[in-house]
C-alpha cells in the first residue's frame, strides 16, 4: 500500500516548476496576441509608387497584340485615304482593349497609331512626355505592305 501512495503524491518541486512554466507560456501567449494587436493599429499609411516586379507592365506581351492586330487589320487591305481614318480608330481601340485584358494594376495606357501610304519614303516619328523611367515604359511595332504603313505605340504609364 505505501507503494501505491507514493506514486499518486506529486513531487512539490516538479509541481512548482510545472506551474512556473505555464505561467511564463501564458504570459507569452498574452505578449504575442497584444504584440499584433498593437502592430495593426499603429502601421503607418503605406503608398505604392513603385509596381512590384511581378506588377510592371511586359512590353514583350503588348508587342505580340499590337503585331497581331495590326496584321489581322490591315494584311488583306489595300490604303484608301477615305477608309485610313476608320482604321487607325478601330486598331487603336482594339489595341487598348486588348492591352486592358492583361490586367496590370494601375497602368493608363496611350496608343498611338499613325498610318499613311507606301511610297517607298521614310518616316520618322518623335514624342516627349514626362517619363518614370523605373515604372513607365512602351511598346511598338509596325506594319508595311505595298501600299501602307502603318507604326501603333503603346504608352503604358504607372498611376500612384
Not at 496576441?33 to 506588377?55: A, F, G, K
Not at 503585331?67 to 489595300?78: G, I, R
Request: aromatic share 12%; net charge negative; proline share 2%.
Amino acid at each position: 500500500m505505501k507503494r501505491m501512495q507514493n506514486s499518486v503524491r506529486h513531487n512539490p518541486v516538479q509541481e512548482a516548476v510545472e506551474e512556473t512554466q505555464e505561467e511564463e507560456e501564458k504570459k507569452n501567449v498574452n505578449l504575442e496576441v497584444l504584440d499584433d494587436v498593437e502592430e495593426t493599429v499603429q502601421q503607418p499609411l503605406y503608398y505604392q509608387i513603385r509596381p512590384h516586379l511581378h506588377e510592371k507592365f511586359k512590353p514583350l506581351s503588348a508587342k505580340e497584340i499590337i503585331h497581331d492586330v495590326l496584321f489581322e487589320q490591315l494584311a488583306t487591305k489595300s490604303y484608301d485615304a477615305q477608309a485610313a481614318v476608320q482604321w487607325t480608330k478601330d486598331i487603336a481601340d482594339i489595341i487598348e482593349r486588348k492591352i486592358k485584358d492583361l490586367q496590370f494594376k494601375r497602368y493608363k495606357y496611350i496608343v498611338n497609331v499613325i498610318l499613311g501610304q507606301q511610297h517607298g519614303a521614310g518616316v520618322k516619328i518623335g514624342t516627349r512626355c514626362i517619363w518614370d523611367a523605373e515604372a513607365d515604359t512602351y511598346a511598338y511595332d509596325s506594319f508595311i505592305n505595298d501600299t501602307i504603313f502603318c507604326v501603333a505605340v503603346v504608352y503604358a504609364v504607372y498611376f500612384y
